[in-house]
C-alpha cells in the first residue's frame, strides 16, 4: 500500500471520530429565548409587542396571537414608570432596571415587579422588557412574620391559661353565689360580672389554638372539603350570594388536615360574604376555583426537604376590597376592619396554612378581593408516614 492511501485511510478515520465526537450546534436563539422561564417581551419603535416568550404569556394572562401587534398601552396605563424607562432606554442606548412597580389596569393587576429594559442595537428603536414577578417572595416574607406573630400569640396564651383562668373561674364563682341573693340592681351587676369572665375565657380560648401542636395529616380531596363549605355557607351566612365554582377535577389529594382546611375557608368565605353584606352589594357573588400550577418550593416545617406547592385554593368576592393601609398586615393577631372582630381569624388562617407547609396571598382592589392557598400535593413520604 502507498504512503499516499495510508495517510488518506488515516485522513478518513481522524475525520470520522472528529464528526463522532463535535459537539451538537448551539440551539437557535428563539428556541432558547421562547425556553426561558423568565417573562420576555420585545417592543418595536412605538411600542407594540413584536415577539414574546411563553412565560410571558403566563405572567400577562394571555396567549401570544392575542398579543402580537398589541400596544404595551392596552396591558399598562399611560402614567405607569415603564413608558418612562423605555424613553430612557431609546435616548441613552443603556439598560435600565426598576424594582417593586406595581401594574393595575383591567387586564394585568401585578405587585412587587422588577422589570428590566434593554435596547436592541441591532434594531434602531426596539426594546426588550424582562420582567421578574417577587411577588412568592414577598408572600413568603410576610407568612414567616405572621407564624413569628402567631408564635407570640401562642406563648401569650400560654401565660394568659396559667395566670388568668383560675382566677378568672374564682371570679365567676363568686359571683354566681352572690347572684344567688342579690336583687335588682345588684343582680344586674353580678351578671355582668359573670357574663364579662365568660367573655375572657372565650377569649383566652380563642388565643390557645395558636399553640404549636403538630397536625395529623391525611390524603384530603380538597373538592370535598369546598363543596362541604359552600353548603354551610349557602344555607347559613351566604344564603343571599351567588356561587361560582371552577375546580379542576383531576388534582390529586393535599396533605393536609381535613377539619382545619375546612375552618380556613369557611373563615375566607365567611369574611367575604360580610365584606359583601357590609358594602349592600346587591350582586354579591363568591368564587371558588381549584387549579395546578407550578408553584414555588418551601422548606417544610420541621424539616429539611422542600416541598411543592402546585395546589392553588382560590376565594374571591366582588365587595368593597380591603384598605391599603391595612392589606400588609392583614394576617398578624389582632388587625380587623369589624367593630365587634377580635382579629384572630385570618391569623390562625395563615397559621394553620404555614403549618400544613403551604403559602397565602392576597390582592385586593375595590370590586375584587382574591385569597390564594397554595398547598402541598400528597406524596408517597406521606403516605409512608401515616401507615
Not at 426598576?98 to 434594531?123: N, W
Not at 393601609?325 to 376592619?337: A, K, M, R
Request: overall charge negative; hydrophobic content about 45%.
Amino acid at each position: 500500500m502507498s504512503g499516499r492511501g495510508i495517510n488518506s485511510g488515516i485522513g478518513r478515520t481522524v475525520l470520522s471520530l472528529v464528526r463522532r465526537h463535535r459537539p451538537p450546534p448551539p440551539p437557535d436563539m428563539h428556541v432558547m429565548m421562547t425556553a426561558l422561564p423568565v417573562p420576555v417581551l420585545m417592543l418595536d419603535p412605538h411600542n407594540n409587542i413584536r415577539w414574546l416568550n411563553q412565560a410571558a404569556e403566563q405572567f400577562i394572562g394571555m396567549s401570544s396571537s392575542q398579543l402580537l401587534g398589541q400596544n404595551l398601552t392596552s396591558l399598562l396605563t399611560d402614567d405607569n414608570p415603564v413608558f418612562l424607562m423605555l424613553s430612557q432606554v431609546r435616548a441613552d442606548g443603556v439598560t435600565i432596571a426598576e424594582h417593586d412597580l406595581s401594574f393595575e389596569s383591567p387586564r394585568l393587576a401585578k405587585h412587587g415587579i422588577g422589570v428590566q429594559a434593554a435596547p436592541v442595537v441591532e434594531d434602531p428603536g426596539s426594546v426588550v422588557l424582562c420582567f421578574h414577578d417577587n411577588s412568592a417572595a414577598r408572600a413568603l416574607d410576610r407568612q414567616m412574620n405572621f407564624r413569628g406573630a402567631a408564635r407570640s400569640v401562642s406563648g401569650m396564651a400560654a401565660i394568659l391559661a396559667h395566670e388568668v383562668k383560675n382566677p378568672l373561674s374564682g371570679i365567676r364563682g363568686a359571683a354566681q353565689l352572690l347572684e344567688a341573693n342579690a336583687i335588682g340592681a345588684d343582680r344586674e351587676l353580678t351578671v355582668l360580672i359573670r357574663d364579662e369572665a365568660d367573655r375572657i375565657r372565650a377569649l383566652v380560648d380563642r388565643m390557645e389554638i395558636f399553640g404549636e401542636k403538630p397536625i395529623e395529616r391525611r390524603a384530603v380531596n380538597i373538592h370535598w372539603v369546598l363543596e362541604h363549605v359552600r353548603r354551610l355557607a349557602g344555607t347559613g351566612f351566604a344564603a343571599h350570594l351567588r356561587f361560582v365554582e371552577a375546580y379542576d377535577p383531576s388534582l390529586p389529594p393535599v396533605a393536609g388536615n381535613r377539619d382545619q382546611l375546612v375552618q380556613v375557608l369557611l373563615n375566607l368565605v365567611k369574611n367575604a360574604a360580610e365584606a359583601i353584606t357590609a358594602a349592600d352589594e346587591r350582586n354579591g357573588e363568591i368564587y371558588l376555583s381549584t387549579a395546578y400550577h407550578h408553584g414555588v418550593r418551601l422548606a417544610a416545617i420541621g424539616s429539611a426537604k422542600r416541598v411543592h406547592l402546585p395546589l392553588v385554593v382560590t376565594v374571591r368576592d366582588n365587595g368593597p376590597g380591603i384598605p391599603d393601609d391595612l392589606l400588609p398586615h392583614l394576617f398578624e393577631p389582632f388587625v380587623t376592619t369589624k367593630p365587634s372582630g377580635s382579629g384572630l381569624g385570618l391569623a390562625l388562617v395563615a397559621k394553620i396554612v404555614g403549618d400544613h407547609g403551604g403559602l397565602i396571598e392576597v390582592e385586593s382592589r375595590p370590586g375584587r378581593t382574591e385569597f390564594r392557598l397554595h398547598l402541598p400535593l400528597m406524596s408517597e413520604d406521606d403516605l409512608g408516614e401515616n401507615k
